[in-house]
């Protein structure tokens, strides 16, 4: 971890995944009042604001510690508030509820425990961020009650989904190893 990354709070992608966050609960009334366009164009912005904050916070070195727990945090609560909501309407199934929590649950656990027994936040993977882009696109297209692709697409986010885990879950598993290696 760099000395200067571990102050910065108030960076423009920070301040970008702060506004995701304030922007889940609008969102999730607006779907929950089937206000369809409205909650896409949210769900639209949330998910540009996502890939913005992390262009900038690469090109403009403007990475954070926090960043590392803000920016996968936002993600994870924005599609899950998302996925309740569309669970409680009836419009996705049990299983891809159960298949989205569990992932996002066992992840920020997982990284929770990591982070404080060995000091590291294990930052997300390209498969995750591809994961988080099928998943949000998934979620866009049932929103928009496009059932024959979203389905399609429920399906791909699962297999993505366990990929995903298994990927972060060994590269956690190395970074523990690393740990240990050089304490030895």
Avoid at 55 to 60: E, G, L, V
Avoid at 93 to 120: E, H, M, Q, Y
Avoid at 133 to 142: A, E, H, R, S, V
Wanted: glycine share 4%; net charge positive; no cysteine.
């Amino acid at each position: 971890m760099l000395k200067k990354e571990q102050n910065r709070i108030w960076t423009v992608p920070n301040i970008l995944s702060f506004i995701r966050i304030l922007l889940i609960a609008p969102t999730a009334v607006l779907l929950w009042q089937d206000k369809v366009i409205q909650t896409a164009l949210l769900a639209f912005v949330g998910g540009l604001m996502d890939v913005a904050d992390g262009i900038i916070a690469r090109k403009f070195d403007q990475k954070s510690e926090l960043g590392k727990i803000l920016d996968p945090m936002a993600d994870k609560l924005f599609i899950g508030v998302l996925v309740v909501v569309l669970f409680l309407q009836n419009k996705i199934p049990l299983w891809f509820i159960i298949a989205v929590l569990s992932r996002d649950f066992l992840i920020l656990l997982g990284g929770a425990i990591i982070s404080t027994k060995i000091k590291i936040v294990p930052p997300s993977n390209f498969l995750g961020k591809i994961t988080a882009l099928i998943l949000g696109i998934t979620l866009l297209f049932i929103i928009l009650n496009f059932y024959y692709i979203s389905t399609i697409l429920m399906y791909l986010s699962v297999i993505l989904i366990v990929s995903s885990f298994i990927n972060y879950l060994l590269s956690v598993l190395r970074q523990i190893q690393e740990v240990k290696n050089v304490n030895k």
